[in-house]
């Protein structure tokens, strides 16, 4: 059983930044794909970016704003949110899979994002 521990969330201004922070209990977290997804109220769950073996993959929505890294020896996954906008208000979790993000292993309980106008 892994366990993921997200932190880093909040209330920011459109064109604000955050780093969310996502740190995994298990050793092996090396050999995990590990991302972020977001859902905002009444819309269901997104892909937002992944970092594995593979290389690293964003949704549309967030190139060139979003920049996700890892150190695997801290166990510890980041997403670094700038330019910030509204509709990027949502719960944002942690995903770990194996071999891939196609079938979320698991899950953490979800940091809030709230970007005002």
């Known amino acids: 059983q892994v366990e993921l521990e997200e932190s880093g969330g909040g209330l920011v201004q459109a064109g604000d930044s955050l780093r969310l922070s996502c740190t995994a209990s298990?050793?092996?977290?090396?050999?995990?794909?590990m991302g972020w997804f977001r859902q905002a109220p009444g819309k269901e769950r997104e892909f937002v970016a992944g970092?594995?073996?593979?290389?690293?993959h964003y949704a549309d929505s967030v190139k060139g704003r979003f920049t996700i890294s890892r150190d695997n020896a801290k166990k510890t996954v980041w997403l670094q949110l700038n330019s910030l906008k509204p509709e990027d208000t949502a719960v944002y979790y942690c995903?770990?899979?194996?071999?891939?993000?196609?079938?979320?292993?698991?899950w953490g309980q979800g940091t809030q994002v709230i970007v005002s106008s």
């Open positions: 298990e050793g092996t977290f090396r050999l995990y794909v």
């Open positions: 995903a770990a899979g194996k071999p891939s993000l196609a079938t979320v292993d698991y």
């Open positions: 970092i594995g073996w593979s290389g690293i």
